[in-house]
């Protein structure tokens, strides 16, 4: 189960791994937290979609998502709550967040009270969502992450709770080796930071606990961008970075360990290379 603010969040941080479990005929479910209507638009055709304009880019974002899951195998997809429950809660400081409907102000145990339900149903080995900060301090992102692991909590006193909880991250190391291309890019809200202390994420390599390589996987990932091209548009600093770096770049990610053991892992850290490692088959 992968746990998600907005549309295109599972694509952009987790879709090699999506299209990785999904392909060998794992369960995956993906439960999105919001229908992103406060996202910026990259397509000009569709601006007048915009929460300032019609308020209508959360229903068509629900399309792109639809599309995205198809490209990445995902069958399984739910909205928290339902579709529409909880609204995107705009960049942290904004008047946005102030929204009655938003995801940050939404009630931690309601909120959680919904992703029980599913736990209690699809009863999921491995729970991914983000760290405490949402990777990068996205609001809605922190929320999911408390989201998740208040529901994860609550289904392990009730016995049924998942045996590992993953959030998403980057090694300090990959961050290091494409610092110049981040610095490169002038469409990308990290252009011109040039040290890797000055990122709003990445982990040291001895925190990291999982490393998925998916890289026979790439397009798919590639493919379920594209869907979402209100958010991703064809010049997107996320392109130009998978230029330089290929499939390396959109087929393989990373994991800390929040809930549960390591299982078996390799290489100088003993990174393990499946996210069900340990875990009784």
Known sequence: MLVHAHPDDETVSTGATIAHYAAQGVEVTLVTCTLGEEGEIHVPELALLAATEADQLGGYRLAELDAACAALGVTDRRFLGGAGRYRDSGMMGLETNKHPRCFWQADLDE??????????????????????????????????????????ERATAE???????????????????????????????????????????????EEVAARIDAT???????????????????????????????????????????????????????????LFAGLPS
């Open 216 to 274: 026979d996987r790439h397009e798919a990932k590639v493919a379920a961008m594209r869907a979402h091209a209100t958010q991703i548009p064809d010049t997107s600093w996320l392109y130009s970075i998978a230029g330089n770096f290929g499939s390396e770049f959109m087929g393989v990610e990373y994991y800390t360990l929040a809930v549960g053991e390591r299982g078996p892992g390799d290489g100088p850290h003993g990174w393990e290379s499946d």
């Open 159 to 205: 016995g049924f709770g998942p045996a590992k909880v993953y959030w998403t991250t980057v090694p300090k190391s990959v961050l290091e080796a494409g610092v110049s291309a981040f610095a490169e890019s002038t469409d990308n809200p990290f252009a011109g930071i040039e040290k890797v202390e000055d990122f709003p994420f990445g982990t040291s390599d």
């Open 111 to 152: 909120a959680a009270a919904h992703l029980l339900e599913i736990m209690r149903e699809v009863r999921p080995q491995v729970v991914i969502t983000y760290d405490e900060n949402g990777f990068y301090g996205h609001p809605d992102h922190i929320q999911a992450h408390r989201v998740a692991m208040r529901a994860a």
